[in-house]
Structures are given as structure tokens and as C-alpha cells.
């Protein structure tokens, strides 16, 4: 069974710090897709990235950059600078490769605060 | 282009009733998806339609149900409803989805709010 873990429940910071949200995956498929979510209070789920099992590359954009790891299944994300606009809910999901029928296997969410 | 719509936005049942949520996806997108979210988790997979078929299914009871239709709208009954059935019900669209699909991103709407009292 796939199950994806984002241990800070909360995080707290003031504006223009640098703030990583964590991602640990399990999965017993080889091949898999990860990807990242924000929900700001609105309620939509805004899409930011989806990185495929074979690519470890790490990614930047803007102030946002991803770490993923498989050694230590872990995705992680970074915002750099951070922005009160930052301030919203970070999903971290999981999916299977081959039409993802189980659909998206979340996470429990990080809430990020930004202060001013 | 008009993203992931949503219908209604908001909606007050009570205990035992009946419930059809509606979803438009993205023009051009015939994959949608369904999820739960309970307040302070992530969302939770209900269904999954691709051109009209089931595709896939999460843990769900069997008074959740879904279709899609030939514009690739799709709705989300709920029966005999409960007071833990409250949630934000979450559509979202992607343009593949079939088997042997490669898992583009699912975009998603803003929800429909369901209380039961």
C-alpha cells in the first residue's frame, strides 16, 4: 500500500526566512509519480510539480526548489525567501505509473504561516 | 480557459438524505477524478472516470456512487447520508487517465462544502 508522511503539521516562520517542508513516501512500486499541492484557504488545490521515480534530478523555480531522494524516499521543498502570499496548506501526493486508477495518495498536509 | 468547476459551492443536508455533487473539467481533459477531504486531512480518492468508465475506486461504501457523462461531466451521489460524510469534495480533471496513461497532472476545482446535521 502506498502511504506518503509529512510530519510537521505546522510550521511557523517570518517573512523572508528560507522553509523546507518534508515528504516521505512508501511505495512498493519502482516506478511512480510524486508530486505537490497547495491549498490555500479558498480551498483549491493549486498544482506545482510532479516528478517522475527515474528523474532525481532537483528543480528550481523561482523561490521554489524540490529535493527528491530516493535513497531516503523523500521529496522535499524549499521555499526560498518566503512570502506572507506563501502562507497555505502544502500537500506532498503519491501515484502509481500506468493510469494512476488509485488515484492521488496524499499526505496530511503542512501548514505553512508566514509572518509579517 | 475555464479550470475545474464545481457545483454547488456549498450544500446543507441532513442525516439520511440524498446528495448529487457536479463537476465540469477542463475543456479537452476526459479523465475525473473524486476526493473526500475531512477537515485537517488530506484528500482522500473516491473515483476515478476516463472517457466514461470507472476506472478506478477508493475505500468508499457502496452509497457512494459517480458517473460521467458523454461531455465528460461527471456527478457524485451520496446516499443515506451521514454525519461523517461532512467534507469538502474535491473534482479534479487531468487529460489522460486510461491505462498505460502517464499521469498528467491532475488539476482541481475549489470543492463543494458538504455539512450534515
Known amino acids: 500500500a502506498q502511504k506518503v508522511t509529512q510530519a510537521q503539521t505546522e510550521i511557523s516562520v517570518v517573512e523572508k526566512e528560507d522553509v523546507t517542508l518534508d515528504c516521505v513516501y512508501e511505495?512498493?512500486?519502482?516506478?511512480?509519480?510524486l508530486f505537490w499541492y497547495k491549498q490555500p484557504p479558498s480551498g483549491e488545490l493549486v498544482f506545482l510539480i510532479r516528478r517522475n521515480s527515474f528523474d532525481e534530478q532537483n528543480e528550481i523555480s523561482g523561490r521554489y526548489s524540490w529535493n527528491f531522494q530516493k535513497s531516503t524516499s523523500s521529496f522535499n521543498f524549499t521555499i526560498t525567501a518566503s512570502q506572507v502570499v506563501d502562507s497555505a496548506v502544502y500537500f506532498c501526493?503519491?501515484?502509481?505509473?500506468?493510469?494512476?486508477?488509485?488515484?492521488?495518495?496524499f499526505g496530511k498536509g503542512t501548514h505553512l504561516i508566514i509572518q509579517p | 480557459d475555464a479550470g475545474v468547476t464545481q457545483s454547488p459551492t456549498h450544500l446543507i443536508k441532513t442525516r439520511g438524505q440524498h446528495v448529487t455533487l457536479r463537476c465540469s473539467p477542463i475543456s479537452g481533459h476526459k479523465s475525473v477524478s473524486w476526493y473526500q477531504q475531512v477537515l485537517g486531512q488530506g484528500p482522500q480518492f473516491i473515483f476515478q472516470?476516463?472517457?466514461?468508465?470507472?476506472?478506478g475506486r477508493g475505500n468508499f461504501p457502496d452509497r457512494f456512487s459517480a458517473r460521467q457523462f458523454p461531455n465528460y461531466s461527471s456527478e457524485l451521489n451520496v446516499n443515506a447520508l451521514l454525519l461523517g460524510d461532512s467534507a469538502l469534495y474535491l473534482c479534479?480533471?487531468?487529460?489522460?487517465?486510461?491505462?498505460?496513461?502517464?499521469?498528467?497532472?491532475?488539476?482541481f476545482g475549489d470543492g463543494t462544502r458538504l455539512s450534515i446535521l
Open positions: 472516470y476516463y472517457e466514461k468508465e470507472e476506472r
Open positions: 479534479a480533471s487531468s487529460s489522460d487517465g486510461g491505462a498505460g496513461g502517464n499521469n498528467q497532472p491532475q488539476h
Open positions: 511505495t512498493r512500486d519502482t516506478t511512480y509519480y
Open positions: 501526493a503519491l501515484s502509481e505509473i500506468g493510469g494512476g486508477a488509485d488515484g492521488l495518495t
